[in-house]
């Protein structure tokens, strides 16, 4: 069974850094597209960041410029370095391929970013 397993996460002052981690099992993150999804409280679950196998990244207008997803194909894992966060960027953060798939979802990393 596959397994994704995020960490990371935890309370940051606006303006402030986190480093998210991904480490998969049973896949091998440099043969698929990996991306980071989030969900806020009432929100739905939104991709933020993609890598393709190719190495080449995407991200969503609302984090580009401040967020760098990279993976590390020895570690078979896969980061989200966030900077200049926001209060917005406050959610559950989870891994998973691109497109995703149900059975992949792990237990995510809680980001909150406040004063």
């Known amino acids: 069974q596959v397994q994704l397993v995020e960490s990371g996460g935890g309370l940051v002052q606006p303006g402030g850094s986190l480093r998210l981690s991904c480490a998969a099992s049973?896949?091998?993150?440099?043969?698929?597209?990996m991306g980071w999804y989030r969900q806020a409280p009432g929100n739905q679950r939104e991709l933020v960041a993609t890598i393709f196998s190719g190495g080449s990244t995407k991200y969503a207008d609302s984090v580009k410029g401040r967020f760098t997803i990279s993976r590390d194909s020895a570690k078979n894992t896969v980061y989200l370095q966030m900077n200049s966060l926001k209060p917005e960027d406050t959610a559950d953060y989870y891994c998973n391929s691109v497109p995703y798939r149900e059975d992949y979802w792990g237990q995510g990393t809680q980001v909150t970013v406040s004063s």
């Open positions: 049973r896949i091998l993150v440099r043969f698929l597209a």
